[in-house]
Structures are given as C-alpha cells and as structure tokens.
C-alpha cells in the first residue's frame, strides 16, 4: 500500500501562484511513476501531469503546459506541481497518484493505483 497526502491547495486570484505537494509513503517512492489529475464540478476526472521514476520525463496536457511543473524529490518521497499563471478554468479538486506498472498510457486514471484524498485549487477571477 502507497499513502498519498496532498497540500498546499487554496484561493487564490487569476495570475496567481500555488505550489502543490504529495507526501508518499507506505512503499519505495522511486518505484512509482506518479501523477496529477483535477476534477472539477459536474466534470469527469482529467489528466494534468505526470512525471517518471528518475524525475527525467515529464508529460502534460495541453492547456497547461508552459504554466504548470510536476517534479519530484525521490529523497523526500515527495512529488510537486507547481501551478503559475492561474486561470478561473483551472479551479478543481486535485489529486495525487501513484503507478506501479511499467506498461500503458499514463495520462489515463487507470494507469495508477494509489490515490490521495485530494486538495481543492480555487481560481478567482
């Protein structure tokens, strides 16, 4: 079992900053690829970042990218997403995952197995 606690969500207005993070525990940290996706309401989960075991490869999806970061620091079994340049349609909850398995598409929900309780991001405008 992977433990995922996410932070460092909050209000804040267009333009603005957040940093989130994700806090693994429970299994080796660097065995995992891991992700961020966000929900917001009425919508289905979506795919936002993820980034591979050695932190070499990151992918993201379209409307973030140039605004967005996904790191990670396997020392502290933490992962990162960083978030500039906010917009109103980047309010959501976001959630933290983690993937076991070396094979399939990454940027779908179902690649991963462990998930964190989410933390809820908030655009003004």
């Known amino acids: 079992q992977v433990q995922l606690v996410e932070s460092g969500g909050g209000l804040v207005q267009a333009g603005g900053s957040l940093r989130l993070s994700c806090a693994a525990s429970?299994?080796?940290?660097?065995?995992?690829?891991m992700g961020w996706f966000r929900q917001a309401p009425g919508k289905e989960r979506e795919f936002v970042a993820t980034?591979?075991?050695?932190?070499?490869?990151?992918t993201y999806t379209d409307s973030v990218k140039g605004r967005f970061t996904i790191s990670r620091d396997n020392a502290k079994d933490t992962v990162y997403l960083q978030m500039n340049n906010l917009k109103p349609e980047d309010t959501a909850v976001y959630y933290c995952?983690?993937?076991?398995?070396?094979?399939?598409?990454?940027?779908?929900?179902?690649?991963?197995?462990?998930w964190g309780q989410g933390t809820q991001v908030t655009v003004s405008s």
């Open positions: 980034v591979s075991r050695n932190g070499g490869t990151t």
């Open positions: 429970g299994r080796t940290f660097s065995n995992y690829i």
């Open positions: 995952a983690a993937g076991a398995s070396y094979y399939g598409d990454y940027r779908s929900s179902l690649a991963y197995d462990y």
